[in-house]
C-alpha cells in the first residue's frame, strides 16, 4: 500500500530536512567509517571534536559572527536561558536591572525568571493581548540596565520583530529560538543571542548561545557552573558532556541551510510561504482571522481562528479533521490560545505550504 505522505507543520520539535533525516540515517550504525555511531562516541574523542568544530564554523559563517563573539553549544533549553541570561549578564551593572520586552509567552516567562536574580523593568505598558509589539516611543528604557531583553519570535502568538530594538548603548539580549537562521541578523548589533534548535536547526536538546566576549566573567556567584558562559565557552562547550548528538544533527542541518543558498534564501522562502497563508486569511472575508497586527506577523508561526473572530471552536475541529486526513498534523494552536498554528520552519517546503494552502480554499468554499 503507498504510504501517505505526512506533512509536518509542528511548532517545535518541528520538520528536519529529509536529506539530513537519510544522512543520519546512513551514518546512524557506522559514522564515517569509524565503526561507531555518533550516539556511542566519547564527547573527548577527536572525531567529536570534529563534529564540534564543523558546527561551530558552519554557524560562523552562516551568520557572520565577529571573532569577539563565542559560539557555545548547551543543555537546558530556552528555558534554561531564561535562568542562564539574568544569572550571568543582571550583575554587568551595580543596580543588578534588566529591561524586559513583554510580548508573549515566552518572554513573559523569561521576565519571570529574571525577578529571581534582580529587578526587572517591563519598558512598555503591560499588553491586553498578545498581538502587537508596542510602539517603540512608548517604551521607557533604563540607562542603568544591564541588558535589554526581548523574543525575536513569539511562538505561541506568532509575533515576530522585523526591526532591532534601538537600546542606545545597554546590552541587548534576544531569544531567537524559533526565527533562528530563518533569515540573516546583523550579531554585532546583540550582546547575546540564544536558540534552542528544534525548529530551524534541528532536535531537541542542545541550545546554541552567541556572545559577546567582554560580557563573560560576570556571573552571579549562585550560577551553576554549567550554565556559566565564562566557563563553558573556555571549554569550548565541554566542561561536561555536551547533547552530542543533537550537535551533530545540527552540523548537519546547517549544511543543509549552506547549500541551499544560507539565510538570505531561507528568508526569501519563508516569505513566500507565510505570505501564501496571509493572503488567504486576508482575502477570506473574516472566515480566517488572524489577531496578529500586520506589521509584527510571524513569517514562521501563523495562528488563525476559523469561522469567527473568536474561533468556531466545532469548525476548527473539523478543520484539524480535515487536514489530518488530508496527512497535514501538528496543526491545533497551543493550548493557551487555541485555534489553529502552522509552523513554517526553514525545513516546511513550499509544496507543503502549497498543500495546506490548497486545503485552506476547499475549507473557505464549503463553509462559507
Ligand atoms: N523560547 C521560545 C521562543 C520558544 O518557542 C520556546 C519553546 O517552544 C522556548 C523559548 C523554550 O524552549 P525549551 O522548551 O527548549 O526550554
New binding site residues.
Partial sequence: MEQKQTINFG??PAKLPQSVLLQAQKELLNYSGIGISVLEMSHRSSDFNKILNKTESLLRELLNIPDNYKVMFLQG????QFSGVPLNLIGLKKDRCADYLVTGT?SAKAAKEAEKYGKVNIVHPKLDSYTKIPDPSSWTLNPSASYVYY?C???VHGVEYNFIPETNGVVLVS?M??NFLSRPVDVSKFGLIFA?AQKNVGCAGVTVVIVREELLGHALKECPIVLDYKVQAEMNSLYNTPPCFSIYIMGLVLEWIKNNGGSAAMETLNKQKSSMIYDIINASDGFYVCPVDVACRSHMNVPFRVGKKEGDESLEKEFLEGASKRGMISLKGHRSVGGIRASLYNAVTLEDTEALAAYMKEFLKEHQ
Fill in positions: 511548532a517545535g533549553g530556552g528555558s534554561g515566552w523574543c519570535n513569539e511562538t531569544d529560538s524559533s534552542g
